[in-house]
């Protein structure tokens, strides 16, 4: 038990909060953390009002992000952030030297085989998980980073206008950036602990002042022009957005500290639990301790998301109210996540700009068999460990159930106020228990204890999910080309509407992803 105790307050960064981390009982790698996502905070306030690009150059505003970046690594993670750091540089080369033609198959191969080396890694040095933060987080995001500039320089320089989807001709890159701008790009202060990851676009209008006039324009194209429009309007304030998604941080930080931390996940696993406990009772806690775990990740989103506003960052356009949205690089929906309805929903509003990632790099880009070029994909990038396989496989069988359940029976219920609630409510709570079943073993991680949970659940969602999909199947033959909005993803009927319209908070984190693949 003493070494246990130990490792909690163990970190392979800097050490000066110790004692901190031993008054609050917290492990000293996320107080580390949690420092630096104050900090930034705290600068990003500070950038936003007296780096602004009326007072600083681009070159000054990119060199104190990544001076503020590459602290931020060091201090969290000692020397481990050379990964992260040699990871960006070699990308850079590639940028710099490869053929343009293949840039983006050369950056892919080298960010994602770097990545799954450090996480082949990372299973031994911290032993299943040890440090709930470590340099491997970061390099995820750096790789969505690099092979994201790389497809879209690729665009830019390589292909016709026309052989690119509306999305990708406005993100695409026709000249290679700057080492400091690079460099700004993948390991600013804004997002390099946590995300997300952003167009390099976005990123550079957002340094050099143009991010904010840009999305106005791009929201009323045609209602107003240059002097006698929103250029003489002074840039509006992301303080109530802050201020927001801060409260929503403050209740997820009490709600891990009153309810999280006495429902945890192990104990699903707990010998004497299994063996004792009636199965509703094992079912009922496991709903509990899934649902309990969520905020963790609620909280680390949300804040990541508010530090990038503070700075000015993440500017979507006006909603429909004419309010300005500060959603643009929003990662979560938390509303549409607790009230889903439907599988799809729940992965579509999870981890959202991970989804838009693997829609831009392989989805919309796999000549053949880009759903499970995908899940592929989002497979490697987690990592290595066999939970993780587990959920990503266990995803499959019932996505697919769910969408045949829905075409099967979800018509029989439209038009009818009170059995259309009793339908909502019972695929709500199917979902949920469908979730908490599905993403166990991503958090438990190895193989026996996820061995351990699926037969004390007697596999039933297995199998009950495997029989729906292939009776209702047979039921259900496919009946006309037309049906394509049910096919294995959302990645398609996604791809016109991520650009069509940045007026809506609620359209970027609602559409232009989605991951099906992606059981997390």
Known sequence: MGEQADAAFKTTGSKWLLPVSEYLGFPLDQVNFLACQLFALAAAFWFRLYLCPKHASPLVRHAVATLFGVSFLIFCFGWYAAHIVAAV?????????????????????????????CQVGRVFIFKYGILSTDFSGPLMIVTQKITTLAFQLHDGMCKKPEQLSPEQREMALRQRPTLIEYLSYNLNFLSILVGPCSNYRDYVDFIEGRHIRRRLRLAHSGACNGQNGYDMLPDPSPLHAVCGKLLVCCGCMLFFLIVTRSLPITHNVDPDFVSHAPFLTRLAYAFFSIQAARPKFYFAWTLADAVNNA?????????????????????????????????????????????????????????????????????????????????????????MAARAIRKSVRHYFLGYGGVKLGYDVLTWASTQLAICYTVMPFLLLAVEPTMIY?????????????????????????????????????????????????????LQCEAAHCNNSKGE
């Open 311 to 399: 700075a000015g960052y993440g500017f979507m356009g006006l909603d429909e109210n004419g309010q300005p949205s500060w959603d643009l690089i929003c990662n979560l929906n938390i509303w549409r996540i607790e009230t889903a309805t439907s599988f799809k929903t729940f992965i579509d509003n999870w981890n959202i700009r991970t989804g838009i990632w693997l829609k831009t790099v392989c989805y919309d880009r796999a000549p053949r068999h880009s759903l499970a070029l995908t899940f592929v994909l989002s497979a490697l990038w987690h990592g290595v460990y066999p939970g993780y396989y587990f959920t990503f496989i266990t995803a499959i069988p019932i996505t």
């Open 89 to 117: 540089f070699a990308s850079y080369l590639i940028i710099t030297k490869a053929d343009i033609n293949n840039v983006h198959r050369y950056s892919m191969v080298m960010a994602m085989g770097y990545l799954t080396l």
């Open 454 to 506: 699926y037969r004390s659940m007697y596999f039933h969602v297995h199998i009950i999910s495997i029989l729906a999909a292939f009776v209702l199947r047979q039921r259900h033959k496919p009946r006309e080309p037309s049906a394509t909005s049910d096919t294995p993803s959302s990645f398609s009927s996604s791809s016109s509407s991520s650009s069509s319209s940045p007026r809506l908070a609620s």
